[in-house]
């Protein structure tokens, strides 16, 4: 069988000053990926920005990606892009394209061929590719995966071009059936949306061989939480400091960064925690599985997700969670096994959420046991008989339409 020849596209792609960046995309293009049905070129664009300086925080990480890098066997372009920050939201998209019109040129002035674009986040990103598949006669495959449906498109223009990508792109997918109804409400027709949830590496993410070892190596000594994501509002870091001022006895440990790190540190010493909270700061992606397998539960009091990976990595470690009741949490946590779904999302729902989950702690192999059927395996299936699907019926179109040569003005 042919392979298909993608171009996946996005601007959530790891790199090397990024490693963790949008890791969730390059763990299923590397799933699939390896079927052999399948080839890529990867296009993650990123922010231009003029220095590297530390001061600048991530725009400075951004300013230190490679232009072109290999990770995993995956040849990856890192193509930069102009931003506008906090301005710039309803033109990021035409920003996107515009840039990225010479780049796809030169790639297929190369002989580089593709069948469709692969196009990951909704907005700015899958804008950009529709137009980009208009541009160059692709048919466009558009992932939808969080804030990109179920906060943007709350601003005006973004959710008419949103709603413009919806109609044009061949298909849809969603990584939670919470998602596809949120693009059925964008305007999407249902038939037109494929729910293909994220996977797990179980191969990684297994309990630890020697736990005590791995506890010790942190220094834990009582009963431990850990959070693990991006120190961002959304992540409610903040609420799941702020509930253990009622679980005396418990420990917490934050792995992550981001620009919250000064507010939470403050937060910890306002309320006297700095003997029982830590931030790890940033962590390997590798590094996750010994830390996950060294905690008791797992807390992620995010007000908004997709479908959070941390939760099925932590349970494929043995460790069940703690999870908010937002879109996408109650999909993965559905047995006690799993852990527990609180609410509501306040200290105070944290706190008792915990409380329910150490009342009847479930076995670490059964928690362990209930994440081995999430592999990336119907994953990729999925996406192998999506695409082959969209490119048949591009090819038997009776008419070719002349591709556009510009995109729409984004007013």
Known sequence: MVPVRLLTFSTLFPHAARPNHGIFVENRLRHLLASQQVTSTVLAPVPWFPSRSTRFGDWALNAGAPAAETRHGIAILHPRYPVLPKVG??????????????????????????????????????????????????????????????????????????????????????????????????????????????????????????????????????????????LIERKGHHRTIEAMRQLPGFGLVIAGEGPERDRLSALIAAHGLGDRVRLLGPRPHRDLPTLYGAADASVLASSREGWANVLLESMACGTPVVASDIWGNPEV??????????????????????????????????????????????????????????INAENARPTVKAPSQSAPSPR
């Open 89 to 230: 939201m309803s033109v990021a998209p035409w920003l996107l394209y515009r840039a990225m019109v010479p780049q796809i040129a030169r790639l297929l002035a190369e002989g580089h061929r593709f069948d469709a674009i692969d196009a990951h986040y909704v907005y700015p990103d899958g804008v950009a590719a529709v137009w980009l598949g208009r541009r160059f006669g692709l048919p466009v495959v558009m992932t939808a995966r969080g804030t990109d449906v179920n906060l943007i498109p709350h601003y005006r223009v973004p959710r008419r071009l949103i709603q413009g990508a919806i109609r044009d792109a061949s298909a849809l997918i969603a990584v939670s059936a919470a998602l596809k109804q949120a693009l059925v409400a964008l305007g999407a027709p249902p038939e037109k949306v494929t729910v293909l949830r994220n996977g797990v590496e179980t191969d990684l993410f297994r309990p630890p061989a020697d736990r005590a070892a791995a506890r010790a190596a942190l220094g834990l000594k009582g009963p431990t939480l850990i959070s693990v994501g991006g």
């Open 333 to 390: 946590v559905r047995a006690p096994a799993a852990g527990v779904i609180y609410q509501p999302n306040t200290p105070d729902g944290i706190a008792a959420g915990v409380r329910r989950l150490f009342a009847a702690m479930p076995d670490r192999a059964s928690t362990r046991a209930y994440a081995e059927p999430f592999s990336w395996d119907e994953t990729t299936q999925g996406q192998l008989g999506l695409f082959r699907r969209v």
